[in-house]
């Protein structure tokens, strides 16, 4: 099995480049304490490489021979109840030696197989209430791989996450009542393009790097070098880099021989503490993972002693992830200064400032425009909090939802969400509830060894996120450029953005100007792409405001198409006013259509009244009010 394992994965050593997330692969196997690695970046990096190629050096680990949890055999306070129970009756545990391996969470992953469940075979055959061990218990003491993390269902990271903080599983459920150690080293790999990730989740990776390919051409010439070498003969590859791949090993054991007699300086542990309050990071997990990082290098290197080298490395490997305030916040990475650096670096700083108070006087006002092509203007957003209903009543008011759970659905059969209940299959059956199965086996008369037939079977009923899709419908057209209306709009616009990036919800961007409207952003959960598409739209022309609607009902008809239960939630902000017919049909005729279809479609319309007070002209907020059902906020 070894052998067959170190064929098909590629070896840690002949990775080209990547330094710094070898180094933070390797540091948290040296101190599993330093709460794991992320990985940022695009695809085709070689983020999942590294990551299954770090089994290939890790060490061998001592475990309770016929233990399924992987329990450390000398030390009690982190063994499961078996095997406690066993050592506390003077048993003597058997012992075993296993090599660390990198366990596969996948994304279809279930609840039952993540934490574990009912043993239906010793159920039916013995009639006893035993666990089947899940993942969790696979990998405990070992690393824990989410390729993908922030794609991962809501109600499955909640589970790891409650694991990962207390570094126990405890499972109570179907009438068992079970504990084991669950302390892994969580590694996981993300192309921002594909969404952000949950803060509570980022928070939990002690290190966390960003992965480019390199833009060397001897490197690119290298990678593909020794790619075609192992795809050609991966056990002649391998053998290649056999004593390399044996020297890290050493390496990573003699480093956790050494890593309790490293030692780190009053004055470097000042020197973090201050600038880790500079710059302005509230978690007290950043100087911890620092700490434990800049140790781990030492130890890497034979040192007892931590250098100012190796706090500026872990400061860089551990801070830059919690450097933001807000979501879509873009962070200088922090660097450690010398003193006597200090000085230049603050006279720079004074002079830049001189400079910058000459440029920005020409630019004080935020929303201020630049003339394009055509008499477009393209203004910046001001900032704005997101306004409240006409009535002000808090009761649907977008700042009322609690959570990122505010829509939700009842699926049957379907091996998705929190279960809450069973029923009698109506289909084909997908997702068996067993244990209910067999008590109503049980039930109907049946003993050990129990045979369920079809009139047993339950599948179970569960409660899952519906998935959402928020549409922000940007007019920025000419009269939202009087008194610099579409500043104010984009800065809604982008709180909405921050508000669907806190409930996980897909958005997309259409704008309204010149004679059609135009889907500027599709689906996506690229929150920054879509700030910064916001940012970027000129404003001038016309307003087809009927086209705006149509491209609405378009796309959410088209994403209902690849997903029957999305909620669609659109975030209309204009003025109301609308110049440019769709059908030649006169635009109030079409706005009633339109708005009726919205309704019927079950699109949840939410209009920002842009009007300022005298404001004349005619405005079709009222009709998209009373016909779309639409909730008004008035800015």
């Known amino acids: ?213 390199p833009m060397n051409p001897e490197d690119r010439i290298e990678i593909v070098r020794r790619v075609e070498e192992f795809h050609e003969d991966p056990i002649r590859f391998y053998k290649k880099f056999k004593s390399k791949e044996k020297e890290l090993t050493e390496k990573i054991i003699k480093a956790r021989e050494i890593l309790p007699k490293v030692e780190i300086s009053e004055d470097l542990l000042k020197l973090l503490a201050e600038t880790v309050i500079k710059l302005g990071i509230k978690t007290n997990r950043a100087e911890i993972a620092t700490i434990k990082t800049a140790k781990a290098i030492a130890a890497l290197n034979g040192r007892r002693r931590v250098t100012l080298d190796d706090l500026e490395k872990a400061m860089e490997l551990a801070l830059p992830h919690r450097l933001r305030d807000k979501p879509f916040q873009k962070p200088q990475p922090p660097k450690l200064k010398q003193e006597k650096n200090e000085k230049k670096e603050k006279n720079k700083n004074q002079n830049e400032q001189g400079h910058e108070h000459k440029h920005n006087h020409k630019h004080e006002d935020k929303g201020s425009g630049n003339r394009g092509q055509g008499g477009e203007q393209n203004f910046r957003s001001s900032e704005v909090d997101i306004p409240r209903m006409e009535n002000d009543s808090m009761k649907d008011d977008l700042n009322s939802y609690r959570s990122s759970r505010d829509s939700s659905v009842t699926v049957i059969n379907f091996p998705k969400g929190v279960p809450v209940s069973y029923i009698p299959p109506k289909d084909e059956i997908r997702d068996i509830d067993f244990y209910s199965s067999i008590v109503w086996a049980v039930m109907s008369g049946k003993t050990p060894p129990i045979r369920v037939d079809s009139s047993d079977i339950r599948v179970r009923v569960r409660k899952s996120k519906a998935p959402t899709l928020w549409v922000l419908v ?162």
């Not at 616009?493 to 259409?510: N, Q, R, T």
């Open 1 to 213: 099995m070894e052998a067959r394992e170190k064929r098909l994965i590629f070896p840690f050593s002949a990775i080209v480049g990547q330094e710094n997330a070898k180094l933070a692969l390797l540091c948290v196997a040296v101190n599993p304490l330093i709460g794991g690695v992320l990985l940022k970046g695009d695809k085709g990096t070689g983020k999942s490489t590294m990551v299954r190629a770090l089994a290939n050096v890790l060490p061998e680990i001592e475990v309770v021979a016929d233990c399924p949890f992987n329990c450390d055999p000398s030390n009690p306070l982190e063994m499961c109840d078996s095997c406690y129970k066993r050592y506390e009756n003077g048993e003597a545990l058997p012992v075993a030696k296993r090599k660390m391996r990198v366990v596969d969470l996948p994304l279809s992953v279930t609840i039952d197989r993540l934490v574990g469940t009912v043993d239906v075979e010793r159920f039916l055959k013995e009639g006893v209430k035993a666990l089947q061990p899940g993942i969790l218990a696979e990998a405990n003491r070992n690393i824990l791989y989410i390729d993908e993390v922030n794609l991962l269902d809501d109600y499955i990271a909640d589970s790891l996450l409650d694991s990962a903080a207390m570094g126990w599983n405890v499972i109570e459920r179907e009438g068992i009542s079970f504990k084991h150690p669950a302390r892994f080293i969580l590694v996981g790999s993300m192309n921002p393009e594909e969404g952000e990730l949950r803060p509570q989740i980022l928070d939990r990776f002690g290190l966390c790097v960003e992965v480019s390919a």
């Open 474 to 635: 940007l007019d920025s057209s000419g009269s939202m450029a009087i008194q610099k209306r579409i500043s104010v709009a984009k800065g809604i616009a982008e709180k909405l953005v921050e508000k669907g990036y806190v409930k996980k919800s897909k958005m997309a961007l259409i704008v309204a100007k010149g004679n059609r409207a135009e889907i500027v952003v599709p689906p996506t959960k690229n929150y920054l792409k879509v700030i910064e598409s916001i940012e970027n739209v000129p404003t001038g022309s016309r307003t087809p405001l009927s086209s705006a609607l149509y491209n609405l009902l378009l796309l959410a008809k088209r994403e209902r198409i690849k997903e029957k239960t999305l909620k669609v939630r659109a975030f209309l902000i204009t003025d109301g006013k609308a110049n440019v017919p769709l059908l030649g049909k006169r635009i109030k005729d079409e706005i009633i259509e339109l708005a009726s279809r919205l309704k019927k479609c079950d699109i949840e319309l939410n209009v920002y009244d842009m009007r300022f007070a005298g404001d004349i002209g005619l405005s079709f907020i009222p009709i998209l009010k009373d016909v779309a059902n639409a909730r008004v906020y008035k800015v």
